[in-house]
């Protein structure tokens, strides 16, 4: 065997575009359009006042952090897990919950949903089965019982779910962690600031849920990247473990302290999540009336389809008037856009472009 037999392969995760180009209107990777909470800024200003922190290993609990976040969700410290963007959480969620899983009992995900999932099953060499989502691209929770033959060795699923910005209700999310009693079942909340319902409550009745969030969306921080797990004492810890045996020092010190700064702010993240939800919604009629169809997103984004265009087409229409949105290549959403939702003017630059497009076609 040679030397390159023995790598271990794999085929990255592909994230959207991040352009060089100025006076673009960016809704390709959900970021937040608006500038994260004051104290954030005054926290940054207060870091370069003291470089001590490059000198020193930082705080590997990242304990205010942690604290603020115990605060503001009302859960034990030792029931959150913070790592660099939710990413980081996930991809050590994966190698520390899923590595168990079998051919015959399978880590189960939707067919369409975040594009890192198979990545990090293939990284870690943990079988899997990827489910097909409805018609109208909901997830069915009797698709993931072992009662109804789905055995598996763990569950993974966005809530709302990503590229759809569908949600599952939370009586749905509970069916399906009541039903996996052997498996652990990961709800990732990236999307869940923007007015969908968290499965945070289900934990008072669940030691095998974990719920996962982050700071890059709602908290207008993905540059920053913080993200969090909060679970049982026992997940937890055992995350931790695993943590700890790889790399303790991920999280330094600028991003605990903004992080924590962000998380404080309860004024600013509902104002901000808020006014993100209502742009949504006035986009939403917006492009109905503009032929649009698309799935009554939850999230800080519309993934949408016009019947007179394909979605590269249309990608590459947009693009040349300088607004930058994702398309993903794949089976049965070939024909969709994701547009993450910016400002209001933002959005209105959208829909006149549209029209000016679905003019040029007409
Ligand atoms: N989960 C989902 C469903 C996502 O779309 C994203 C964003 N790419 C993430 C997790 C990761 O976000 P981050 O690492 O910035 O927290």
């Not at 673009?24 to 370069?48: D, F």
């Not at 899997?128 to 009662?147: G, N, T």
């Not at 998380?263 to 104002?271: G, H, I, N, R, V």
């Not at 492009?287 to 389809?305: C, K, M, Q, T, Y």
Request: with cysteine; aromatic share 10%.
């Amino acid at each position: 065997m040679s030397w390159e037999d023995k790598i271990r392969k794999v085929e990255p995760y592909v994230a959207g575009e991040q352009p060089r180009e100025k006076n673009i209107i960016k809704l390709n990777t959900n970021e937040c359009p608006y500038p994260p909470a004051p104290g954030v800024q005054a926290a940054v200003e207060q870091l370069a006042e003291d470089s001590s922190f490059l000198r020193l290993y930082p705080d590997m609990d990242a304990t205010p952090l942690v604290e603020a976040l115990a605060a503001q969700y009302g859960v034990d410290p030792d029931r959150i897990f913070v790592g660099v963007g939710s990413d980081d959480v996930l991809a050590l969620c994966f190698l520390t919950f899923f590595t168990a899983a079998t051919r015959e009992a399978p880590l189960l995900f939707p067919d369409i949903t975040y594009s890192f999932y198979d990545v990090w099953a293939d990284l870690y060499r943990i079988p899997y089965r990827a489910v097909p989502l409805r018609e109208d691209f909901s997830i069915d929770p009797a698709d993931y019982l072992p009662a109804q033959g789905a055995e598996n060795s763990g569950i993974i699923f966005p809530n709302p779910n990503a590229p759809t910005g569908l949600e599952l209700a939370p009586a749905e999310v509970e069916r399906i962690i009541a039903g996996n009693p052997d498996s652990i079942v990961i709800v990732d909340e990236a999307y869940v600031d923007f007015g969908g319902q968290t499965a945070l409550p289900l934990l008072e009745k669940y030691d095998n849920l974990l719920v996962v969030q982050t700071f890059s969306k709602s908290r207008a921080m993905a540059g920053a990247r913080v993200g969090f797990a909060i679970g049982s004492k026992k997940l937890i810890g055992y995350l931790k473990d695993v943590k700890f045996s790889f790399n303790s020092y991920t999280m330094n010190l600028p991003a605990i302290r903004i992080g924590t700064a962000a998380a404080l702010d309860t004024a600013w993240f509902e104002e901000t999540t808020g006014k993100i939800a209502a742009t949504r919604e006035r986009f939403k009629a917006q492009i109905r009336a503009l032929g649009f169809e698309f799935p009554d997103s939850r999230s800080n984004f519309v993934f949408a389809r016009h019947p007179a265009f394909g979605g590269a087409e249309l990608q590459k229409a947009l693009r040349a008037r300088g607004i930058i949105v994702r398309h993903f290549e794949k089976p049965r959403i070939a024909d969709y856009l994701r547009i993450t939702i910016g400002t209001d003017e933002q959005m209105d630059a959208v829909v006149k472009a549209l029209q000016e497009i679905l003019a040029e076609k007409a």
